[in-house]
């Protein structure tokens, strides 16, 4: 499986990543086995993907990984967040959750994660749901990062953004690897992401799947609308609508990888199938671009 370079890391990871959020399970993901679990996850391994992302937010999912995948530790870039709460959610809670990004809830959730883990260290620890930088400074979350990465408990840093705070976090310089949300009808972080890339950090992109192809089930929200009017149609060609919108987040040259979350093995192959189709030729990813940004789906400054 093609690889590409996450920015400054100098670790080498594929295109496409497995997002382990949908290992959750209930009452806010699907009701996932553990022994189902343990094989898709080997099956990530053994599909070639070579870059796995979960989060404490993520239910059972960290346990699940180290239960199943800490014996092939060697194999994988693991990357995991930094300022979700520890323990079950409030009651009757729904994502996102609060967060708390002070110096002892990031310490301790890493170390948490740890241990659920079955590791020594993270590949890298992301801060979650994009806090300012002023409330990062109040609380030493940077510092506390920093502290952990010369420990040795991760070897980098990251930062799951999104506007409107992502360009300060990009100024900041401190981050390795940024996690952002773009997809062929949601390219807002568009021209954050060129930004973030030349600076020389890793690009990892979320949502490239889950918020552009309309679905069964879906056809309605900002998406599907957006889908409508882009009037896509003639240039899927034999394409699917998720071909299609896989195959134009491969396409962006600024990314490094996304990653793709699934409970369903046959999915996983699907996507693997068509990252080795490559990107899209140039003239219709040019032309998707136009007819997007017609349909409102631009980068924000455009």
Not at 22 to 37: S, V
Not at 138 to 157: A, N, Y
Request: contains cysteine; aromatic residues 6%; hydrophobic residues 35%.
């Amino acid at each position: 499986m093609q690889t590409r370079r996450l920015g400054r890391t100098g670790a080498d990871v594929t295109i496409l990543g497995y997002g382990a959020m949908e290992l959750r399970g209930q009452p806010h993901g699907p009701a996932t086995g553990d022994d189902h679990a343990g094989r898709l996850l080997n099956e990530v391994l053994d599909s070639g993907v070579n870059l796995i992302d979960t989060s404490i937010d993520y239910g059972r999912s960290e346990e699940l990984i180290g239960r199943y995948l800490s014996h092939r530790r060697g194999e994988y870039f693991l990357a995991s967040k930094c300022g979700c709460l520890l323990g079950p959610p409030p009651p009757d809670a729904r994502p996102p959750f609060p967060h708390d990004w002070s110096a002892a809830n990031v310490r301790a959730g890493i170390e948490q994660s740890l241990r659920r883990l079955d590791t020594d260290h993270l590949d890298l620890v992301q801060v979650h749901m994009s806090p300012s930088r002023a409330q990062m400074e109040s609380e030493q979350t940077i510092e506390t990062l920093l502290d952990m990465r010369d420990e040795g408990k991760t070897r980098f840093v990251g930062m799951s953004g999104i506007l409107p705070n992502l360009p300060d976090h990009i100024a900041m310089g401190v981050f390795d690897v940024f996690q952002i949300p773009y997809s062929a009808m949601e390219r807002e972080h568009e021209a954050a992401i060129a930004t973030a890339s030349k600076a020389g950090a890793g690009i990892v992109i979320r949502g490239g799947a889950a918020k552009g192809a309309p679905s069964e089930g879906k056809q309605r929200g900002l998406q599907w609308e957006r889908w409508q009017r882009a009037k896509l149609d003639d240039l899927l060609g034999d394409m699917t609508a998720m071909e299609f919108i896989l195959r134009f987040t491969f396409t962006n040259p600024d990314l490094d990888t996304t990653i793709v979350g699934t409970a369903n093995p046959a999915h996983l192959h699907d996507n693997v199938a068509i990252l080795q189709k490559g990107p899209l030729p140039a003239e219709l990813y040019t032309e998707a671009k136009r007819r997007l940004a017609e349909a409102g789906s631009r980068p924000a400054d455009a």
